[in-house]
């Protein structure tokens, strides 16, 4: 079943509200998990006994490491728990669990008070958090593309990443701040668990607003069937990683889409103002500032990419990403590394990152389209946190483990073949906003009665119109 838009529907005020409370929880998630990575300087000789800064901070990182390695199994809980139980309780679960994350590494006592616990505590802080990040973008991403405005979806789910940048730009402003206001002294000894505290408050606060946001039609409609089904046939519940397998093609063009995308994102938002620093030679004050500035626009670039993929189509403006990122990446990063001059590094790192908007705008809405209700929070969470897990977290060691070698361009080239794996992806799927099953499941309930799943079929399969929105390869 093929379901095209032909104009976009009147934006419900409820929708704005939805939106606005799915993107503060995921804002307060990500300013927790960047936090971290902020303020490791200073709490790393509170954690781990005193000696060497280096080998410190190089615990502190290891358990930042640890932390990615949590997200494939928060993807597959908590996208299993979003498909039976509903995105809205999966939200609230997911941003409870980095906030209880933040409390315990704010006011956990020091290395030299309790010892060895400390360096305990603070694994365990970071494993909570890890799988609430793991199980926050599919969740996210699912309840921000079911909620939207149907012809409107692009636009509404590219929000997500809007949250995801500016809780890293709050998290930087939060260090700015308190490094205006307080010692180094003072930040060593207390002043870092501040942001945690304020992170740990403002996520209880959100769990209280996510609480009250509307559940997905999508899903209430799903779980009328999947009742159905359980009532007339005794079906396993929806949302089970062996229902997901039943889509292979759409799980292998989540896997090859992510990869560049993630990659990309990593590369130039967080590796960039290290990259400036140590390879280019800019001042570190001076890497800071472009940063926040290519950051902050970055970020209203993203409705406006989301809006033009309603227009034009999402594989569209993947294939914008993918084809430019392919093309730009070895000659932007050679050039950067040979220029000191401010304004120069400025307009290179803005010039790549518009080319990864078309990935970030569209990264929530593309996969979220290829699944059916009954397995898309699972099969966008899982895939994407695999990914980002093994691809993401790894961007910086393999960056300067190649510069340390003297290989450094290899590098360059290694985030280029990421990209063209993506490519390769967008160039297999058909237009998902065409083959959309976030259409096509409201289009099967009942008009008359408004209410979900009155006259849903029984079975739970997607008509095959629009179960694989993948071409097969020519060969």
Same mark, same amino acid.
Request: aromatic share 12%; proline share 5%.
């Given at each position: 079943?093929?379901?095209?838009?032909?104009?976009?529907?009147?934006?419900?005020?409820?929708?704005?509200?939805?939106?606005?409370?799915?993107? =503060?929880?995921? *804002?307060?998630?990500?300013?927790?998990?960047?936090?971290?990575?902020?303020?490791? #300087?200073?709490?790393?000789?509170?954690?781990?006994?005193?000696?060497?800064?280096?080998?410190?901070?190089?615990?502190?990182?290891?358990?930042?490491?640890?932390?990615?390695?949590?997200? @494939?199994?928060?993807?597959?809980?908590? &996208?299993?728990?979003?498909?039976?139980?509903?995105?809205?309780?999966?939200?609230?679960?997911?941003?409870?669990?980095?906030?209880?994350?933040?409390?315990?590494?704010?006011?956990?006592?020091?290395?030299? /008070?309790?010892?060895?616990?400390?360096?305990?505590?603070?694994?365990?802080?970071?494993?909570?958090?890890?799988?609430?990040?793991?199980?926050?973008?599919?969740?996210?991403?699912?309840?921000?593309?079911?909620?939207?405005?149907?012809?409107?979806?692009?636009?509404?789910?590219?929000?997500?990443? %809007?949250?995801?940048?500016?809780?890293?730009?709050?998290?930087?402003?939060?260090?700015?701040?308190?490094?205006?206001?307080?010692?180094?002294?003072?930040?060593?000894?207390?002043?870092?668990?501040?942001?945690? #505290?304020?992170?740990?408050?403002?996520?209880?606060?959100?769990?209280?607003?996510?609480?009250?946001?509307?559940?997905?039609?999508?899903?209430?409609?799903?779980?009328?069937?999947?009742? !159905?089904? /359980?009532?007339?046939?005794?079906?396993?519940?929806?949302?089970?990683?062996?229902?997901?397998?039943?889509?292979?093609?759409?799980?292998?063009?989540?896997?090859?889409?992510?990869?560049?995308?993630?990659?990309?994102?990593?590369?130039?938002?967080?590796?960039?103002?290290?990259?400036?620093?140590?390879?280019?030679?800019?001042?570190?004050?001076?890497?800071? %500032?472009?940063?926040?500035?290519?950051?902050?626009?970055?970020?209203?670039?993203? @409705?406006?990419?989301? &809006?033009?993929?309603?227009?034009?189509?999402?594989?569209?403006?993947?294939?914008?990403?993918? #084809?430019?990122? /392919?093309?730009?990446?070895?000659?932007?990063?050679?050039?950067?590394?040979?220029?000191?001059?401010?304004?120069?590094?400025?307009?290179?790192?803005?010039?790549? *990152?518009?080319?990864?908007?078309?990935?970030?705008?569209?990264?929530?809405?593309?996969?979220?389209?290829?699944?059916?209700?009954? %397995?898309?929070?699972?099969?966008?969470?899982?895939?994407?946190?695999?990914?980002?897990?093994?691809?993401?977290?790894?961007?910086?060691?393999?960056?300067?483990?190649?510069?340390?070698?003297?290989?450094?361009? /290899?590098?360059?080239?290694? #985030?280029?073949?990421?990209?063209?794996?993506?490519?390769?992806?967008?160039?297999?799927?058909?237009?998902?906003?065409?083959?959309?099953?976030?259409?096509?499941? *409201?289009?099967?309930?009942?008009?008359?009665?408004?209410?979900?799943? !009155?006259?849903?079929? =029984?079975?739970?399969?997607?008509?095959?119109?629009?179960?694989?929105?993948?071409?097969?390869?020519?060969?």
């Amino acid at each position: 079943m093929n379901t095209q838009i032909a104009a976009p529907a009147p934006i419900k005020p409820r929708v704005v509200s939805n939106v606005v409370k799915g993107c =503060l929880g995921n *804002l307060i998630e990500w300013y927790d998990w960047f936090v971290y990575a902020s303020f490791s #300087i200073y709490f790393a000789a509170e954690f781990f006994p005193t000696g060497n800064a280096t080998a410190q901070l190089l615990s502190t990182a290891a358990v930042f490491a640890v932390g990615f390695l949590m997200r @494939p199994l928060g993807g597959w809980l908590l &996208g299993m728990y979003a498909d039976r139980h509903g995105r809205r309780n999966a939200l609230a679960a997911s941003v409870l669990l980095m906030s209880a994350g933040s409390l315990m590494i704010g006011l956990t006592p020091s290395f030299d /008070t309790i010892g060895i616990f400390a360096p305990i505590l603070l694994v365990v802080a970071r494993l909570v958090q890890g799988l609430s990040v793991g199980g926050e973008f599919g969740s996210s991403a699912t309840y921000l593309s079911e909620v939207a405005t149907p012809g409107r979806r692009g636009f509404f789910s590219s929000f997500q990443y %809007v949250s995801i940048i500016i809780g890293q730009l709050l998290a930087l402003l939060a260090m700015i701040l308190l490094q205006r206001l307080l010692s180094p002294e003072q930040m060593g000894e207390w002043g870092w668990r501040i942001p945690f #505290i304020i992170g740990a408050v403002a996520g209880l606060l959100v769990m209280v607003l996510r609480r009250s946001m509307d559940e997905s039609e999508h899903y209430k409609l799903e779980k009328a069937r999947s009742e !159905a089904e /359980t009532a007339a046939f005794g079906k396993k519940p929806v949302g089970s990683l062996r229902a997901l397998l039943q889509y292979p093609k759409q799980l292998f063009a989540v896997f090859a889409l992510a990869i560049g995308g993630t990659v990309s994102f990593y590369v130039y938002t967080t590796y960039m103002q290290k990259y400036m620093v140590n390879t280019s030679g800019i001042a570190k004050e001076d890497a800071s %500032v472009i940063s926040f500035v290519a950051l902050f626009i970055f970020m209203f670039l993203q @409705p406006l990419v989301g &809006g033009l993929s309603d227009r034009y189509g999402r594989r569209k403006v993947m294939l914008f990403f993918s #084809i430019g990122g /392919t093309i730009i990446t070895v000659p932007v990063l050679t050039i950067l590394a040979n220029t000191t001059n401010v304004f120069a590094a400025f307009g290179l790192m803005m010039f790549c *990152l518009v080319f990864v908007s078309g990935y970030t705008a569209c990264a929530s809405i593309i996969k979220a389209e290829m699944f059916p209700t009954r %397995v898309r929070a699972l099969g966008v969470g899982l895939p994407h946190a695999l990914v980002a897990a093994t691809f993401g977290g790894t961007v910086e060691p393999i960056g300067l483990a190649l510069k340390q070698v003297g290989m450094e361009s /290899t590098f360059f080239w290694y #985030i280029t073949g990421c990209i063209a794996l993506t490519l390769i992806a967008a160039t297999m799927i058909k237009e998902p906003s065409k083959n959309s099953s976030l259409e096509a499941d *409201l289009a099967s309930a009942s008009p008359a009665d408004g209410a979900v799943g !009155a006259e849903a079929p =029984l079975s739970s399969e997607m008509p095959a119109a629009r179960k694989v929105p993948v071409k097969a390869s020519r060969s």
